[in-house]
């Protein structure tokens, strides 16, 4: 098995899917969960729990209009399949018209430093599924490759400070940990940033190039 990182995407075979919610009366009549994976719609690793042995750790959030519920799942490995990232680019046509400048803003920004951005958070999940997870106070979530330096993330602050959304998200780690941009950028070059993995958060060195 690779590296299996927070955020990463899988789906569930529909027969697979019913199997697993047979064992989750507390999911009966909860919006769009039965249908699910019968959509073609994937679950997102979370981090995982102790008590959840060997299984994948996932989830899916409901949108706004269903609770926005966040539902945890411990899917058998043998019924989930990887499903590919979604890119910035890709998820852009699912962004609200006032998001757009903004987001063409970043993606030239990345183009510049030769890095893609993906989606997480509400813009995928609109994205994926169609449904209404976006609103006038959300965020964009983006998750941003190691290689990112120190000026990209000046560049993405500049960016954020004009923008009608707030610009939110991780650059992700080689072994898989997220570190929130933010952070990162601020930290002091001797300092440190907080981590989150899959099975665990620590503080690791912010050593972006300065």
């Given at each position: 098995m690779t590296t299996l990182r927070r955020h990463d995407l899988f789906v569930v075979?529909?027969?697979?899917w019913d199997r697993l919610l047979a064992g989750r009366s507390d999911l009966d009549g909860v919006p769009h969960v039965a249908a699910w994976a019968a959509n073609g719609w994937p679950v997102i690793v979370r981090r995982r729990h102790p008590d959840e042995g060997d299984h994948?750790?996932?989830?899916l959030p409901l949108p706004p209009a269903a609770g926005k519920r966040r539902i945890g799942l411990a899917v058998p490995w043998a019924d989930?399949?990887?499903s590919p990232p979604v890119t910035l680019a890709a998820a852009r046509p699912s962004a609200p018209p006032a998001w757009h400048l903004a987001v063409d803003a970043v993606l030239a920004l990345a183009a510049e430093y030769g890095v893609v951005p993906q989606v997480f958070?509400?813009?995928?999940?609109?994205s994926l599924t169609g449904l209404a997870y976006l609103s006038?106070?959300?965020d964009l979530d983006l998750l941003w490759?190691?290689?990112v330096t120190h000026s990209?993330?000046?560049?993405?602050?500049a960016i954020e400070a004009g923008a009608p959304m707030r610009l939110d998200g991780e650059v992700v780690l080689p072994d898989g940990a997220g570190v929130n941009w933010r952070e990162l950028r601020d930290a002091p070059p001797s300092g440190s940033v907080l981590a989150k993995g899959l099975d665990r958060v620590a503080l690791v060195p912010a050593s972006l190039d300065r």
């Amino acid at each position: 098995m690779t590296t299996l990182r927070r955020h990463d995407l899988f789906v569930v075979a529909p027969e697979a899917w019913d199997r697993l919610l047979a064992g989750r009366s507390d999911l009966d009549g909860v919006p769009h969960v039965a249908a699910w994976a019968a959509n073609g719609w994937p679950v997102i690793v979370r981090r995982r729990h102790p008590d959840e042995g060997d299984h994948l750790p996932a989830g899916l959030p409901l949108p706004p209009a269903a609770g926005k519920r966040r539902i945890g799942l411990a899917v058998p490995w043998a019924d989930a399949t990887p499903s590919p990232p979604v890119t910035l680019a890709a998820a852009r046509p699912s962004a609200p018209p006032a998001w757009h400048l903004a987001v063409d803003a970043v993606l030239a920004l990345a183009a510049e430093y030769g890095v893609v951005p993906q989606v997480f958070g509400g813009l995928l999940w609109q994205s994926l599924t169609g449904l209404a997870y976006l609103s006038t106070t959300s965020d964009l979530d983006l998750l941003w490759p190691a290689t990112v330096t120190h000026s990209l993330l000046d560049g993405l602050a500049a960016i954020e400070a004009g923008a009608p959304m707030r610009l939110d998200g991780e650059v992700v780690l080689p072994d898989g940990a997220g570190v929130n941009w933010r952070e990162l950028r601020d930290a002091p070059p001797s300092g440190s940033v907080l981590a989150k993995g899959l099975d665990r958060v620590a503080l690791v060195p912010a050593s972006l190039d300065r």
